[in-house]
């Protein structure tokens, strides 16, 4: 399974590198005065060839890191404990409404908003959530999440799935524990914030899914990062 999501993941890498793909629903919103000032459909190819490497890593393993059976068993779930779900049109307008309330609630922060489908990745880089090697939340990190749980609090038809992710140096078992031990306490602050448990996947994906090359310093940054995929629950 893991050879196969790796073929996967690089199959569609490949694709969105040479369509040179845009977002769905607009770019991005960075974290220095020049990025928060350019609009974001007209934003450079780099941001948007980042854009597309996220997209594909999400939407390549059908969508979420956890696979389709442990989608599926929390949606269940979540119906079944009287979560409204979605279906139909529906489905778009309620994510089409949640994206335009990250973006604009994400906005200077440093934190890429990605849609593919009917999913929204947040991707957050390991310079607003922790240190090198660690997994406490840096003070900076509260304030995003308190504006990502106002979203969530919100738009409660969804799940969410939360992975971490970390460069290559270091073993593959430590970078697992590592990664999901970040996404456990991005997943912790979250609930602290109001956000339901059951709502919540937490997977740790270590160094298997790279958004840059982990040859430079300047790669291996981006890809230790948490990211967050906001999935609708479905009644259909």
Same mark, same amino acid.
């Not at 990190?141 to 140096?169: C, F, K, N, P, W």
């Given at each position: 399974?893991?050879?196969?999501?790796? #073929?996967?993941?690089?199959?569609?890498?490949?694709?969105?590198?040479?369509?040179?793909?845009? @977002?769905?629903? +607009?770019?991005?919103?960075?974290? %220095?005065?020049?990025?928060?000032?350019?609009?974001?459909?007209?934003?450079?190819?780099?941001? @948007?060839? &980042? +854009?597309?490497?996220?997209?594909?890593?999400?939407? =390549?393993?059908?969508?979420?890191?956890?696979?389709?059976?442990?989608?599926? &068993?929390?949606?269940?779930?979540?119906?079944?404990?009287? #979560?409204?779900?979605?279906?139909?049109?529906?489905?778009?307008? $309620?994510?089409?409404?949640?994206?335009?309330?990250?973006?604009?609630?994400?906005?200077?922060?440093? *934190?890429?908003?990605?849609?593919?489908?009917?999913?929204? @990745?947040?991707?957050?880089?390991?310079?607003?959530?922790? =240190?090198?090697?660690?997994?406490?939340?840096?003070?900076?990190?509260?304030?995003?999440?308190?504006?990502?749980?106002?979203?969530?609090?919100?738009?409660?038809?969804?799940?969410?799935? *939360?992975?971490?992710?970390?460069?290559?140096?270091?073993?593959?078992?430590?970078?697992?524990?590592?990664?999901?031990? &970040?996404?456990?306490?991005?997943?912790? $602050?979250?609930?602290?914030?109001?956000?339901?448990?059951?709502?919540?996947?937490?997977?740790? =994906?270590?160094?298997? $899914?790279?958004?840059?090359?982990?040859?430079?310093?300047?790669?291996?940054?981006?890809?230790?990062?948490?990211?967050? %995929?906001? #999935?609708?629950?479905?009644?259909?």
């Amino acid at each position: 399974m893991k050879t196969r999501n790796h #073929v996967l993941v690089a199959t569609a890498i490949s694709v969105a590198l040479l369509a040179g793909c845009t @977002t769905t629903g +607009g770019g991005y919103y960075g974290s %220095t005065p020049q990025q928060q000032q350019t609009d974001p459909n007209d934003e450079g190819m780099n941001r @948007t060839q &980042r +854009g597309a490497l996220i997209g594909a890593a999400v939407g =390549a393993v059908a969508g979420l890191l956890s696979g389709d059976d442990a989608t599926e &068993r929390r949606q269940h779930a979540l119906i079944g404990a009287g #979560v409204g779900g979605l279906a139909g049109g529906a489905i778009g307008r $309620y994510q089409d409404n949640q994206e335009r309330a990250l973006r604009e609630r994400m906005r200077g922060t440093g *934190v890429d908003v990605v849609r593919d489908g009917d999913h929204i @990745t947040l991707d957050m880089p390991e310079a607003i959530t922790f =240190a090198f090697n660690s997994s406490t939340l840096n003070r900076n990190a509260y304030s995003v999440l308190d504006r990502v749980a106002d979203t969530l609090r919100e738009y409660d038809q969804t799940m969410i799935e *939360v992975a971490g992710h970390t460069d290559s140096i270091g073993s593959d078992a430590y970078n697992d524990k590592l990664s999901r031990e &970040r996404a456990q306490a991005v997943a912790n $602050y979250l609930v602290s914030r109001g956000i339901s448990g059951q709502r919540l996947i937490i997977t740790g =994906a270590g160094e298997r $899914y790279p958004i840059a090359s982990n040859d430079t310093e300047a790669g291996r940054a981006e890809n230790r990062r948490v990211e967050m %995929t906001i #999935v609708p629950i479905r009644n259909d």
